[in-house]
């Protein structure tokens, strides 16, 4: 069938493990796919798990568990059973979030496994890439999830990883992640700034540092520690590995009433944005980082480090800034005691966060779609009438 109008609505499977909103990439498969929905288009959900509330108007395909004493037997599990499910009916489009083999579009959330070999000493990458079972059946799946039709990166950093290690150099698109600029919004700061800062007895003169992640030695929480200078306060949203740890560094660089570590927050950790005046995200290692964008569309200034995906987006010393070392990342802090600094940038932030929200990036998947699902519509009328989806 061909869509000469681009406008027909489209019946689209999407597959991910866990359609839920904890996590970023479950947290992006949601936001698009619910919006999606909304357009009117037909969602069809592939996953072992989800959340009842957000699956209203979809038509949900329970992938069953199975090998999940093991990640790698797990992915492999899901990639076979959603390929044995998509047989029984024909998609305009097959959308993947997980390793697999049987989709029209992969978005790629993180760096490659191939990729992180090479960052182990000599010894230790043979003994990995030869000797182990799991790394083959990772590699194996990774090289057939690289033939996917089109690629989404979810930065620029991912689909350089991609370049870098599968050599794929066409067919690969960029759509980061979104934020919601009406729940992220600096509106909210005149009436929740105040109660959570008198909680944790903030003076006014003081700058709030936020920091909200878990993996806090992936995040880089050990090099904002030591960056917190005189003047400052750092809370830390978030349940990450080795709590004492970071709790004894604080101690050691004479911050330890300075520093706040706060915990996993259930509820809405927007509250932490109006209390703050810099959010900072010093990954070693980032695909992307949404808690760049939330912060800015709080209106704040942000500092990335420039390991993170999400600093390919920073116009340095405009809208927020990027860093290379703890040194660097203290000056920034301190220049940004400066309330006008403070002030400029913030602005500069916002208009950077409004150009994307949610809704523009289901924009680019919704144009990315049509487009695929146009040829996969002439691509059927040169088959036989079979009816049936066959994977790559």
Same mark, same amino acid.
């Given at each position: 069938? @061909?869509?000469?109008?681009?406008?027909?609505?489209?019946?689209? +499977?999407? !597959?991910?493990?866990?359609?839920?909103?904890? *996590?970023?990439?479950?947290?992006? +498969?949601v936001e698009i796919a619910s919006r999606l929905r909304n357009r009117g288009h037909e969602i069809h959900l592939f996953c072992?798990?989800?959340?009842?509330? !957000?699956?209203?108007?979809?038509?949900? #395909?329970?992938?069953p568990r199975r090998w999940e004493f093991s990640s790698v037997l797990g992915s492999l599990g899901f990639a076979r059973d959603c390929a044995r499910l998509l047989k029984r009916e024909t998609y305009d489009i097959v959308h993947? #979030?997980? $390793?697999?083999?049987?989709q029209d579009v992969l978005t790629v959330h993180t760096f490659s496994?191939?990729?992180? /070999?090479?960052?182990?000493?000599?010894?230790?990458?043979? =003994? %990995?890439?030869?000797l182990s079972y799991r790394s083959w059946v990772y590699l194996w799946l990774e090289a057939r999830q690289m033939q996917t039709r089109r690629l989404v990166a979810v930065s620029e950093i991912i689909r350089e990883d991609i370049r870098k290690h599968y050599h794929r150099l066409s067919g690969v698109d960029i759509i980061e992640p979104g934020v919601d600029a009406d729940l992220f919004n600096p509106?909210?700061?005149?009436?929740?700034?105040?109660?959570? &800062?008198?909680?944790?007895?903030?003076?006014?003169?003081?700058?709030?540092?936020?920091? @909200?992640?878990?993996?806090?030695? $992936?995040? *880089? !929480?050990? &090099? /904002?520690?030591? +960056?917190?200078?005189?003047?400052?306060? /750092?809370?830390?949203v978030g349940r990450g590995e080795n !709590?004492?740890?970071? %709790?004894?560094?604080?101690?050691? #660089?004479?911050?330890?009433? %300075?520093? =706040?570590? @706060?915990?996993?927050?259930? =509820?809405?950790?927007? $509250?932490?944005?109006?209390?703050?005046d810099v959010v900072v995200l010093p990954s070693r290692v980032e695909a992307f980082g949404m808690t760049v964008l939330e912060g800015m569309a709080f209106g704040l200034p942000v500092v990335v480090? $420039?390991?993170?995906?999400?600093?390919?987006?920073?116009?340095?010393?405009v809208d927020g800034f990027v860093f290379d070392n703890t040194p660097q990342l203290a000056t920034i802090l301190r220049n940004l005691s400066d309330g006008s600094l403070r002030k400029r940038v913030s602005e +500069?932030?916002?208009?950077?966060?409004? %150009?994307?929200?949610?809704?523009?990036?289901?924009?680019?998947?919704?144009?990315l779609f049509r487009e695929l699902a146009t040829d996969r519509g002439l691509d059927r009328e040169r088959e036989a009438g079979s009816g049936k989806r066959s994977c790559t």
């Open positions: 069938m @061909v869509f000469a109008s681009g406008k027909r609505n489209l019946k689209i +499977a999407v !597959l991910v493990r866990n359609f839920v909103t904890c *996590g970023g990439m479950e947290r992006y +498969a072992r798990e989800n959340d009842e509330r !957000l699956v209203e108007g979809m038509i949900v #395909h329970r992938v993947s #979030h997980e $390793r697999g083999y049987c496994y191939k990729g992180s /070999l090479c960052r182990y000493p000599l010894l230790r990458r043979f =003994d %990995q890439t030869w509106d909210r700061i005149p009436a929740e700034r105040d109660s959570l &800062r008198t909680k944790f007895s903030v003076a006014d003169t003081e700058t709030v540092v936020l920091f @909200v992640g878990s993996e806090f030695k $992936r995040k *880089g !929480l050990d &090099r /904002l520690i030591p +960056a917190i200078g005189t003047g400052m306060r /750092l809370l830390v !709590l004492p740890f970071y %709790q004894n560094l604080a101690v050691q #660089h004479g911050v330890v009433w %300075q520093v =706040d570590f @706060v915990g996993l927050v259930e =509820d809405d950790v927007g $509250r932490y944005y109006a209390a703050a480090s $420039r390991e993170s995906g999400a600093s390919y987006l920073i116009n340095d010393g +500069a932030a916002r208009l950077k966060a409004e %150009q994307y929200s949610w809704d523009r990036q289901t924009d680019k998947y919704e144009r």
